[in-house]
């Protein structure tokens, strides 16, 4: 079957030190990739996605991933954290040939400490 | 709306009764999901709408959940005889395109379910 796997349940960093929560997906044909984040008694906002185009993907808040079909991985990373980061991050994937459907991570808690 | 809507936000019930859970999707969104979060877990799909039909509710986990939706509009996920491993977030989201690799959801806040 096909998943997602995120390599961190937790991870912690400090104010304005760089953040990289890491994500490898099965390989299949070309997938779409997305990062959410769930901030604590809010919806799942959409982070950035990846559909073929740019492997290098920018999002909302600084962030960004980079599509690296080798290594089959797409980790999402910010150069500055901020204490208004600290959440739950989701990676993503959905595949054509499952007809779309969206197969979540099991999830990375971000901490961030001042 | 202007975002996807959940209710109740918050349900405690016993075990063995009946509870319903509601989506009101973004106006216009044509495609609407469910799906249930436990506890320190990812998201589970449990099915999809495309319109009032259901293409896909291979999620399900048994016979005691359905679900329906009004033409383009509200959904409801009911759960019959709930039992302890119920308890979860039910989250649901709707988006305007239909079913695709590409799909961009937007997500309601939940709705958390308590089965004592």
């Known amino acids: 079957a096909q998943s997602v796997t995120q390599l961190d349940s937790h991870v912690s960093v400090s104010e304005g030190t760089p953040v990289l929560l890491r994500c490898n997906y099965s390989?299949?044909?070309?997938?779409?990739l997305f990062w959410y984040v769930q901030h604590p008694n809010k919806g799942l906002q959409l982070l950035l996605k990846?559909?073929?185009?740019?492997?290098l993907v920018k999002g909302i808040n600084g962030f960004e991933a980079e599509f690296k079909k080798s290594e089959t991985s797409f980790h999402l990373t910010k150069p500055s954290a901020h204490m208004s980061d600290a959440a739950e991050y989701f990676c993503?994937?959905?595949?054509?040939?499952?007809?779309?459907?969206?197969?979540f991570g099991q999830g990375t808690e971000l901490s961030v400490k001042p | 709306g202007a975002g996807v809507s959940q209710s109740p936000s918050n349900k405690v019930t016993e075990k063995g009764k009946d509870v319903e859970l509601r989506c009101d999707p973004i106006?216009?969104?044509?495609?609407l999901y469910w799906y249930r979060q436990r506890l320190g877990q990812g998201l589970e799909f449990l099915i999809y709408?495309?319109?009032?039909?259901?293409?896909?509710k291979s999620g399900l986990p048994s016979d005691r959940f359905s679900a329906e939706r009004t033409g383009e509009s509200v959904s409801t996920l009911t759960i019959q005889r709930t039992q302890q491993e119920d308890s979860a977030v039910y989250l649901c989201?709707?988006?305007?395109?239909?079913?695709?690799?590409?799909?961009?959801?937007?997500f309601g806040a939940g709705s958390r379910l308590t089965v004592l």
């Open positions: 989201a709707s988006s305007p395109q239909p079913y695709s690799g590409a799909n961009v959801l937007t």
């Open positions: 390989s299949s044909y070309s997938p779409s």
């Open positions: 990846y559909t073929s185009a740019a492997t």
């Open positions: 993503v994937v959905s595949y054509y040939n499952q007809g779309g459907k969206l197969i």
């Open positions: 106006s216009g969104h044509t495609a």
């Open positions: 709408f495309q319109g009032n039909s259901a293409p896909d």
